[in-house]
């Protein structure tokens, strides 16, 4: 099998420049500020430019925050994207109506243009954004039929056809065919027979901020600094946008209540919902103890999707490196609020392997919910530890929502 040959796409970079309206409206979603003490700030977005946020808090009143110290800031709306329909297609030039996700976490809605000589590139065009080429071995799926139940991580190039065959191999091209090689053989088979294409590549988060639109796209930027557009007033909530994605430059107005969130720094925030338990464990003789469940991450703010843990149990994470912080609201499940009583220990380990104790919380009716940002510097594992306290052990479940883990930032820089 021959390895890809990364063939370079056009820089995917946006320029967003935010309206200066200081008037507070009603349709404007209340925001969450994360900083790097993974403290939330709650309030609404109002300008940005290169060394400072500014926002308007629960008071109305107007301030800020250096930039260099916020990694995130997101609304409480789930994010998706669904297909175009395909009469759009027809807007701009043909084209098949999908949905691409790029590796470094990228969403673009859009069209799949259909070409004889497709290389080793994906020819695509957003009605956003325009058309542009990006390579396979940046590309993590495309989804061209909205029915297909879509494959996590698969472990080999994989399709799925129309009819649900499924198809494994080495894809080679996807344009007007889609081409597999599996065992020194070839298969092709028309892009319209296709529904959805994933490619294992590795996820791969990369520096530039990442900013995720109400109409589902999520794309990464290269500035974003505050304007008021060409004729516009100063109180206009527009958002002027330079897309340099798009094979040809062009500049587009959208809404400034259309942005979701803004990821400022892809590589430091690691969910742990999107890290699977390396153990879990029954204690006080329980003999069956159920997997943590994870809600949809493409509900969730920046992919933050909450963690259920019904004790008594122990269960273990293994953590990326450079971990510093480890962030999450706890709380008892709003079934279990009025009765539930649990205890809940958080610890780490290091190479040793000997866990230390960085964080606890007692929760109750009197007392439903606790917050905790924890040092982990340098562990490799993350233990959290659910016990029932006063009336039995089933009660002794908790959420963790929007749980994640904070990485230094000298491991977050490319190689």
Request: overall charge neutral.
């Amino acid at each position: 099998m021959t390895p890809r040959t990364t063939i370079l796409a056009p820089a995917l970079a946006l320029r967003l420049l935010a309206s200066a309206g200081f008037a507070q409206e009603a349709s404007v979603p209340r925001m969450t500020i994360l900083d790097r003490n993974l403290q939330r700030i709650t309030g609404d977005l109002e300008r940005l430019n290169q060394s400072t946020i500014q926002y308007i808090d629960t008071a109305g009143r107007s301030k800020s925050i250096e930039r260099s110290r916020v990694l995130a800031i997101y609304s409480a709306r789930g994010h998706s994207a669904s297909i175009p329909s395909a009469i759009a297609a027809g807007e701009g030039g043909n084209g098949i109506p999908g949905i691409l996700r790029l590796t470094d976490g990228q969403i673009v809605p859009g069209f799949l243009v259909p070409t004889d000589n497709p290389g080793e590139s994906v020819s695509w065009r957003s009605r956003r954004i325009g058309p542009f080429l990006v390579p396979l071995d940046r590309t993590s799926s495309i989804l061209l039929t909205e029915s297909i139940h879509e494959i996590a991580s698969p472990q080999r190039d994989s399709a799925i056809l129309g009819n649900s065959d499924r198809v494994e191999g080495f894809v080679e091209g996807i344009g007007t065919q889609l081409t597999i090689e599996s065992g020194g053989k070839k298969d092709s088979f028309p892009i319209e027979r296709v529904g959805w294409i994933g490619l294992a590549n590795q996820p791969s988060p990369g520096s530039l901020p990442l900013v995720f639109l109400s109409d589902g796209s999520v794309l990464a930027t290269t500035e974003l600094a505050s304007a008021v557009p060409a004729g516009k007033a100063p109180s206009d909530r527009t958002a002027t946008a330079l897309w340099a994605l798009a094979s040809e430059s062009g500049t587009g107005v959208i809404d400034l209540d259309s942005i979701d969130a803004i990821l400022f720094d892809p590589r430091s925030i690691v969910p742990l919902a999107a890290i699977s338990p390396a153990k879990v464990s029954g204690i006080e003789g329980r003999r069956w103890t159920p997997t943590p469940d994870v809600s949809r991450p493409a509900a969730s703010p920046i992919g933050l999707a909450s963690v259920t843990i019904s004790g008594p149990v122990q269960v273990e994470w293994k953590l990326p490196a450079g971990s510093a912080k480890f962030g999450a609201s706890i709380s008892l499940p709003p079934q279990a609020a009025p009765w539930g009583n649990s205890a809940v220990v958080i610890s780490a380990a290091g190479a040793n392997g000997t866990f230390k104790e960085v964080a606890k919380a007692d929760l109750s009716a009197e007392k439903p919910g606790s917050e905790i940002v924890a040092d982990i510097t340098d562990a490799q594992t993350l233990r959290i530890e659910v016990r029932g306290k006063t009336y039995s052990d089933v009660q002794a479940q908790i959420v963790l929502h929007q749980p994640l883990v904070l990485r230094k930032a000298e491991t977050t820089k490319r190689p």
